[in-house]
């Protein structure tokens, strides 16, 4: 514990004094923190606005790729009936009937107690499987069966009377999935048969053709369709495949929503504010006003989604896509579905340039090596670590300054106080020579 000399000898609140002199002599050090805090609050929303520069570059990627816009969409005539497209999806229908829904085989044993201490056979994909229960016990049958990796699922089923029957089941639906079992002295039920889906082809014609699958999915009826059955279907049903327009609408309108994203960002962090307090009023600019960089990014990006797009060049605003008198994109989804109507290729082709472009120029911002925002982040960070050092520096200089400082003082003290002693006893020597004199 140290001990204070605070005015022993001088009356001083040296403390204090030192602690006024360190805070003026500290003053070099709290700019730089208070810089060091600001470029902090910089990198911090930059890496925002980098963020979401990059999202949209990932965005506008995928809509510029080749048949990113060859969106359709798949309908059937009957509820039973679910169709789904995939990429390659062309416009076209066709008639079918779902005639048969797929099985998978269950087999079921007799009523059984324990099972005989034997071999038992499963043929299933073509090959045999010789299975030995390690115990005439039904668990360890079971066990033994799921072993296997013959294709059959074994449960134990209890039927009441204390006996049970052993259900085996195909672990694929459909002709695949089709096993056969023997065992000596047990016979053998099949309870469901394992039976493919069945699907009619332009039923009810000539031209009728049956196609089957193992499940009750039809892959590529027509390119890049497939159908679901859920039940079958009582009469004919037809298979409509169109295009998707909500879906471009979506992928267009989502490319302005990201690009307006982009603006928000930059306009909140540019946006001037005042505040009032009893010492007046203060003004406060957003962290990206005035700074180059992020002025160059946002002029790409609404250069990249408002310039003609075509040969020859138009406006986009005649597909709906426009710019607003405050620097902001705009979707007029009207403007767009009849753009769309009118020459559906054409306009997907200039919503895929504008995306191109976009995609481009927020790239060119935040590519993780080379991008504007990252190379201006990774700089800025490298001053945050300079000062962070000099601020470590400036630590150790007034660490060693207030030594000093409470040194000087403590001496000070120590000299008056040495001082004042040594004037007492001056003092009584002066008082004894006098009264000594007076005597004589």
């Known amino acids: 514990m140290g001990i204070s000399l605070d005015g022993l000898a001088s009356g001083l609140d040296t403390t204090a004094l030192i602690g006024s002199i360190m805070q003026s002599e500290a003053l070099p050090q709290t700019l730089l923190k208070n810089k060091s805090y600001d470029i902090q609050s910089m990198v911090s929303a930059l890496q925002g606005l980098n963020s979401k520069v990059a999202a949209l570059a990932t965005q506008a990627t995928a809509a510029a790729k080749p048949g990113a816009l060859n969106l359709y969409s798949a309908t059937t005539s009957s509820t039973n009936v679910v169709a789904t497209t995939t990429a390659g999806a062309a416009a076209g229908s066709i008639d079918f009937q779902v005639t048969r829904l797929a099985q998978t085989q269950v087999t079921l044993s007799n009523n059984v107690v324990g099972w005989p201490y034997t071999t038992m056979t499963i043929n299933s994909g073509g090959q045999s499987f010789t299975i030995t229960p390690l115990t005439s016990n039904l668990d360890d049958v079971v066990t033994a069966v799921n072993a296997a990796g013959a294709g059959v699922v074994a449960s134990k089923v209890a039927v009441g009377g204390g006996e049970y029957r052993l259900q085996f089941a195909a672990t694929k639906s459909g002709s695949a999935g089709a096993f056969s079992i023997s065992d000596p002295g047990t016979t053998f039920t099949d309870a469901k048969l394992a039976q493919d889906a069945e699907l009619q082809l332009w039923a009810g014609t000539t ?5 089957t699958s193992s499940t009750n999915t039809f892959t590529d009826v027509l390119p890049g369709v497939s159908i679901t059955a859920k039940d079958l279907t009582t009469s004919t049903a037809t298979l409509t495949v169109s295009r998707d327009d909500a879906g471009i609408t979506k992928v267009a309108s989502d490319l302005v929503d990201g690009v307006n994203g982009i603006f928000a960002l930059v306009s909140s962090k540019s946006a001037v504010s005042t505040s009032t307090n009893i010492g007046g009023t203060t003004t406060s600019a957003g962290l990206f006003t005035g700074d180059s960089t992020v002025r160059t990014v946002n002029q790409n990006i609404l250069s ?5 797009v075509g040969t020859p060049p138009r406006s986009p ?4 896509i426009s710019i607003t008198k405050t620097g902001t994109m705009e979707f007029d989804a009207t403007k767009f579905g009849a753009a769309l109507a009118a020459d559906a290729a054409g306009t997907a082709a200039k919503v895929q340039e504008l995306a191109g472009r976009i995609a481009s120029a927020a790239t060119a911002a935040s590519d993780k090596y080379t991008g504007t925002l990252t190379t201006k982040i990774t700089g800025q960070q490298s001053e945050v670590r300079d000062l962070a050092d000099r601020i470590s520096d400036w630590d150790t200089r007034l660490a060693s300054r207030k030594a000093t400082l409470q040194s000087t003082y403590s001496g000070l003290e120590v000299a008056l106080s040495n001082m004042k002693a040594q004037q007492s006893w001056l ?14």
């Open 427 to 440: 003092t009584a020597q002066l008082g004894g020579l006098s009264t000594g004199s007076n005597s004589a």
């Open 317 to 320: 605003s005649e597909i709906g």
């Open 304 to 308: 990249a989604a408002s310039l003609p």
């Open 207 to 211: 031209s009728q053709v049956a196609v």
